[in-house]
């Protein structure tokens, strides 16, 4: 009779670490016949096959007799022969498979907790963390990881590279209009195993989001400031001070740029570091007194926040007294004189560098001496000329000499400036006895 096999089928899963010389299965043949009925058991198939597997020619015992750590092939198919001691021996053969179970672990969060600080504006694409977790099996894929996000709120701003872990920003956090500013994301990781394993533990990723909050802002704005027109080109006369409230880079981080007004920028500059404005042009060529420079700070947010500011520079332009010279006029005439008569004139200069700055008006004034000299005399309060108002014959007094004073001013803006000093006019007068 020929040996047959009962209590088939022997596939069989074993564990990839499954330890060397103990039973897998037992295969058992019988041979009914009443002679040529001793059985012995052998192994063909595949090299592979059996480089790791034996069997007990006697007992049927199929066993590992190499280690399967770290071996990538997960079934091996196992052709057992049973022979009776017949001379040629009868056979039978049966084929069966041995399933490894090479996925002996489940991966682990090591970390499993992680934090980040990034700026709202962070570029999209940045890792924020690289989430890691271990997998003790040897061979890919038991031991091949991916990662994926389970959930959070906000969750959907960030994506995660599933083979790396790192978790990187997918959406602007500038325009996250819910204005959140903490995230946690959970993330599970799976082994891509033909029966995965997920980690029974997941991963929180704290994200802590710095917003730029504050805009900039000036202080002492706006900066007014009153310069004589003979400051030297260069020099100081304005300083910007401006501030931002938030505490990380870029959203404090301030850029200062001159933008403004009319001419202003012409006459002055702006040095955007230390935020100072200088004389640019010689400033007693220039009729204009008045200037102002606008200028922006923008932080660095994305979108930014600015604020503005101005300086408004006044120009003084009328910095010179006028002064007489000679401050005595003197002079004689007839008192035939007629009225409208040129008597003399006095002048008076000015030292500034511009009309109507350095124009001078004249007027006169009384001395106690001759209080009636005014009556007779007057001036062209534009030219200096003092003339004959009336007819000094006229003057039953008869006096010979009038003494009087002249005043002048000049026709600065927005205040004149008097001559100091008043000059003394003595006309002495040729009667007719
Ligand atoms: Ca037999
Ligand atoms: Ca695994
Ligand atoms: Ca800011
Ligand atoms: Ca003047």
Redesign the pocket.
């Known amino acids: 009779m020929t040996p047959f096999f009962v209590n088939d089928p022997y596939d069989r899963t074993i564990q990839e670490g499954q330890p060397l010389n103990i039973r897998i299965v037992t295969v058992e043949a019988r041979d009914t016949g009443a002679a040529y009925n001793q059985i012995r058991y052998s192994l063909i198939g595949t090299r592979e096959s059996l480089t790791y597997f034996a069997i007990n020619d006697v007992s049927g015992d199929v066993y590992l007799n190499r280690s399967l750590v770290g071996v990538s092939s997960s079934i091996f198919t196992l052709n057992v022969v049973a022979s009776d001691n017949g001379v040629p021996p009868k056979q039978n053969s049966t084929v069966f498979t041995i399933t490894i179970n ?6 682990i969060f090591s970390p499993k907790y992680y934090q980040a600080f990034i700026a709202e504006n962070t570029a999209l694409g940045t890792v924020l963390v690289n989430v890691t977790a271990i ?3 040897t061979v890919a894929p ?2 091949t990881l991916e990662y994926f996000i389970k959930s959070g709120t906000g969750s959907d701003n960030f994506v995660i590279d599933s083979r790396t872990g790192m978790l990187k920003l997918a959406r602007s956090l500038s325009i996250d209009t819910s204005g959140v500013s903490q995230y946690n994301i959970i993330i599970g990781v799976r ?1 891509l ?1 033909p029966s995965s ?1 997920t980690a029974i533990e997941d991963a929180t990723v704290f994200i802590q989001v710095q917003r730029n909050q504050n805009p900039p802002v000036f202080i002492n704005d706006p900066y007014r400031v009153t310069i004589p027109e003979t400051r030297p080109i260069g020099d100081i006369v304005a300083q910007f001070t401006v501030q931002d409230a938030d505490t990380v880079s870029p959203f404090n981080v301030l850029t200062l740029t001159l933008v403004g007004d009319d001419d202003g920028p012409t006459y002055f500059s702006f040095d955007p570091t230390t935020r100072r404005v200088m004389v640019a042009r010689n400033l007693t060529l220039q009729t204009g007194t008045f200037y102002r420079l606008r200028v922006v700070a923008v932080d660095g947010g994305t979108p930014p926040k600015s604020a503005t500011a101005l300086a408004e520079i006044t120009i003084l332009k009328n910095l010179k007294d006028p002064a007489f010279s000679p401050l005595s006029y003197t002079t004689t005439i007839d008192e035939t004189l007629p009225p409208g008569s040129s008597v003399l004139r006095v002048t008076a200069t000015d030292a500034d560098t511009s009309s109507p700055y350095n124009l001078v008006s004249y007027s006169l004034t009384e001395t106690q001496s001759n209080s009636q000299a005014l009556s007779y005399f007057a001036i062209d309060k534009s030219t200096g000329d003092v003339y004959v108002r009336q007819s000094i014959y006229g003057d039953t007094s008869r006096v010979l000499v009038y003494r009087f004073g002249a005043a002048c001013t000049d026709n600065g803006l927005p205040t004149q400036r008097p001559c100091p000093t008043t000059a003394s006019i003595e006309i002495n007068i040729r009667r007719n006895r």
């Open positions: 090479h996925n002996q672990n489940c991966p997998d003790l099996d038991y031991n082994d195993a394993c």
